[in-house]
């Protein structure tokens, strides 16, 4: 069971490129990186989800190092909408070799204008 | 834009009375969760289905919750007796476990929630 730690909160600008770290020491072999979005009054809603290396697509980009204990979401120039909580997950298929997804804290980011 | 249905948006019940909380996955998905989210838990898994089958409830008060799939297109999550502490966000979400090359994966399309308030 992969656990991983984020930051609890973050402050940002508009315009500013925010990028919040996760870590996830015991990631296993298969396991992959997934990032959540959630705003208030709203379920999480999926960002991106990546394996190594990096991984783009029109919202965020995901960086992750060749040893695979931490990973990087990149926002570029938020906005205050990307006002949000943004969980980390690490794992495979829920039942996938006994893995289990389970959602931490999450970092709460706050953008101000 | 598929997306995951839930009903009701919100409840409010007395204690002691049965709530019974509905989703629909999205079509072609074959896993299910429920979720409950409370300020001093956070998101909370309470049960799974994959394919139907239940495979993981041990997150469920198990005298007084159950959840069930009575077929592929609806979750059921019912309280019964409800009690105030049962007051959350409850959330179900869909998901689809494909192959990304490393192994299976699995990605949750969350539902709008439903917001229950037990008095």
């Known amino acids: 069971l992969a656990k991983t730690t984020q930051p609890i909160s973050m402050d940002s600008y508009e315009g500013q490129e925010v990028n919040i770290t996760c870590s996830h020491n015991?990631?296993?072999?298969?396991?992959?990186i997934t990032w959540y979005q959630q705003f208030p009054s709203q379920g999480p809603r999926f960002i991106i989800q990546g394996y190594k290396t990096k991984v783009t697509n029109e919202v965020a980009s995901l960086f992750i190092p060749a040893d695979r204990k931490s990973s990087t979401l990149s926002l570029p120039r938020v906005s205050l909408s990307d006002t949000a909580v943004y969980y980390c997950?690490?794992?495979?298929?829920?039942?996938?070799?006994?893995?289990?997804?389970?959602f931490g804290q999450g970092t709460e980011l706050s953008v101000k204008p | 834009d598929a997306r995951v249905t839930q009903t009701p948006r919100h409840k409010v019940t007395e204690m002691g009375q049965e709530v019974t909380m509905r989703c629909q996955p999205i079509?072609?998905?074959?896993?299910v969760f429920w979720y409950r989210q409370t300020m001093m838990q956070g998101l909370e898994l309470l049960a799974y289905f994959r394919n139907r089958a239940p495979l993981d409830d041990s997150g469920m008060p198990k005298d007084r919750f159950s959840a069930e799939m009575p077929d592929a297109t609806l979750a059921t999550l019912k309280i019964q007796p409800s009690e105030p502490r049962d007051s959350a966000v409850y959330f179900c979400?869909?998901?689809?476990?494909?192959?990304?090359?490393?192994?299976?994966?699995?990605?949750?399309?969350f539902g709008p929630g439903t917001r229950l308030l037990v008095l």
């Open positions: 015991n990631i296993a072999t298969n396991d992959y």
């Open positions: 997950l690490v794992g495979g298929a829920f039942y996938n070799q006994g893995g289990k997804l389970i």
């Open positions: 079509l072609g998905h074959n896993t």
């Open positions: 979400a869909s998901g689809l476990v494909t192959f990304l090359g490393r192994g299976l994966g699995e990605t949750q399309y």
